[in-house]
């Protein structure tokens, strides 16, 4: 058993390893669109993995989880539409400390109140009342005359992340390489990312940070979902995770050893609710665009089946399934108009048969 | 106030009550026996506007059309019960909703592929095209067709449901179902029974619409998650509970939007009315579940259980 585990594990690492250097491999290739399709999947990989937190640790089918991808963006978009066309001062800014704040705050708080209440209720409740909060934040973006309503918001320009003082002196000096160009040098570019934890000690000396170059927010992307996973496997094998997973199994249990499992959920819960925002964050980011269509029940119907489609019980499960979703999406769509039928037929398919997800049938296998 | 106006929209009201409630009506029915999430139950309100509007126009007859549709629906969920939905029945909630999320998508692109991205209307006879009058109140005829018609629907489901012995099977079903297998009913044939006749039910909601709004693509994704804010609030299983929810709801969002913003002028600026207004009338609906899971998690009348 240690040895599957094992090699599970190096599986994992393989796969991130994979997913990180495929768009740079394509470019090298000569198919620089698949940067893009990358920053895309691993955005939605955050996404799963924070409802995987939930569904697959905790047990909790949340129906709403769209709702804090919306949060997250329009954290990004209102601040900058202000900032852009003036009004409100005291939300208004460029700076992605700022937007990352209030996405995390507005989140956290949403979960909390919602959470507070639907965690009262159980099974089918729970999904309903979650799927209506989630509801209730739709049909607010679209009533939002002055932000687009329905028709969304476009935002100007990334989050910024470069120092106020920094970014004045011959900032363009510093000139990281452009993306436009083909005869691009990755390496230097590699480093940013990891510069970002130290900005605020030395004001010298950084290169500034700047979104626009679509290198370094991918790369900005898959810090994050490093970051997330890395929070969930150690939640997930922490006291609180065991609590979450033995309330899973068997609440009775666990209130008979004097364990209250509601005040665990409700952070699992925030938990969860924060890192989708942070996902939503990235996908204002990512699109130059936010709007309600973000928060319709089918996007979180697509983050459960991501979910499902990988596995509930692995940690790359959610990773597995956003990959496989953002690339069959790509493929089928290429291929025909109608792409939704293979698709739907894909989700029936894994729920009558496929047990477990694709993770779940890899095991299975290499346990044979 | 203007008393017109009120009238009209308590119809109007009234009217997408009725409609919520022809699609909850199943919704409870599958969900109470059958303990089934059943997304896909949009997808039957889509194709029974489909199959409407297709008959409709070949036969050029509404009412061929209608016949036409409830068959072919009720043949439809016959087929998917018996290839899809009977093996979902043992699994749980989440498994439910993944897999008749996926019946949804295959359906819509299905009336994609066959009749085309562009909606479809449905012609209406000479005589329903035409309004009643009734002293300043002016109704198109078909809105009262469409009120006559539920309300006829609501009694007879009723009729079947408390007087008759497939009612008392499916209310025996509702409270519970072990019981029911134990005494020797064949649970699966009444399974079966029970998802047909919600799905026509549903088809019905579809195509009685489908005159005013278009048979559409996706047409019942947002109304059945109303649908299920219905159930929910009436109680599960409930028939009676689906009734009295579905026109509850069909009254507080119509007359949430159309007179909100003027009760929120009473103690408010009326441009602060204007902007808060639609944004509340749109999660009256929601507010009132979440309030009603809170303080009566069983909804307002659950069916009597064990």
Known sequence: ?368 | MDWVLVLTQALNGLQLGILLFLLSAGLTLTFGIMDLINLAHASFFMLGAFFCASATLYFDSFLIGIVCAVLGTALLAFVVEKSVISHLYVRDHLDQLLATFGLILIADTGVHLIWGPAGLAIPLPEPLQGQVRVGELVVPAYRLLIIGVGLFIAASLYWLVNKTRAGMLIRAGASNRQMLSTLGINVQLLFTSVFILGAVLAGLGGLLIAPITEASIGMGNDIIITAFVVIIIGGIGSIKGAFVAALLIGFIDTFGRAFLDSIFALFMSVDAAETAAPAVSAILVYLLMALVLVWRPQGLFPPKLR
Not at chain 1, 50 to 78: D, K, R
Not at chain 1, 143 to 156: M, P, Q, R, T
């Open chain 1, 1 to 368: 058993m240690k040895g599957i585990s094992t090699i599970h594990r190096m599986g994992g690492g393989l796969l991130l390893l994979v997913i990180l250097l495929t768009p740079f491999i394509m470019l090298w290739l000569g198919k620089p669109f698949w940067l893009d399709i990358f920053t895309r999947l691993v955005i939605l990989a955050i996404a799963a993995s924070s409802l995987s937190l939930l569904l697959s640790v905790a047990g909790l089918a949340s129906f709403g989880h769209a709702a804090y991808i919306g949060l997250g963006a329009y954290a990004v978009g209102i601040p900058v539409y202000y900032e852009t066309y003036g009004g409100a001062p005291w939300l208004a800014s460029y700076s992605g400390w700022w937007h990352l704040l209030l996405g995390v705050s507005v989140c956290a708080l949403f979960a909390l109140v919602t959470g507070a209440i639907s965690l009262r209720t159980k099974g089918v409740h729970f999904i309903m009342i979650t799927m209506a909060f989630s509801q209730m934040i739709l049909y607010l973006l679209v009533a939002l005359e002055e932000f687009g309503g329905d028709d969304g918001l476009s935002v100007d320009l990334r989050s910024d992340f470069s120092l106020p003082d920094l970014s004045l002196p011959g900032a363009e000096s510093f000139g990281l390489p452009s993306v436009n160009l083909p005869s691009l040098n990755l390496p230097p570019v590699n480093l940013p990312p990891v510069n970002l934890p130290t900005v605020s000690l030395p004001p010298v000396s950084l290169p500034p940070v700047s979104l626009e170059e679509p290198w370094v927010f991918y790369l900005l992307c898959f810090a994050l979902l490093l970051l997330v996973l890395f929070i969930v496997s150690k939640l997930k094998h922490s006291h609180f995770g065991r609590v979450l997973q033995a309330a899973r199994q068997n609440e009775q249990r666990v209130r008979a050893l004097g364990i209250n499992p509601y005040r665990y959920r409700l952070l699992a819960f925030v938990v969860a609710g924060v890192f989708a925002g942070l996902s939503g964050f990235l996908f204002a980011n990512y699109a130059y665009f936010v709007s309600p269509s973000m928060v319709e029940w089918t996007r979180s119907g697509e983050l459960m089946f991501m979910v499902i489609l990988g596995g509930v019980s692995s940690l790359l499960g959610p990773v597995v399934g956003a990959s496989v979703f953002v690339l069959l999406e790509h493929f089928l769509s290429r291929l025909t108009v109608f792409w939704h039928l293979p698709f739907g037929l894909l989700l029936l398919m894994v729920v009558l048969f496929g047990r477990g997800g694709i993770i779940g049938m890899l095991k299975r296998d290499s346990q044979q």
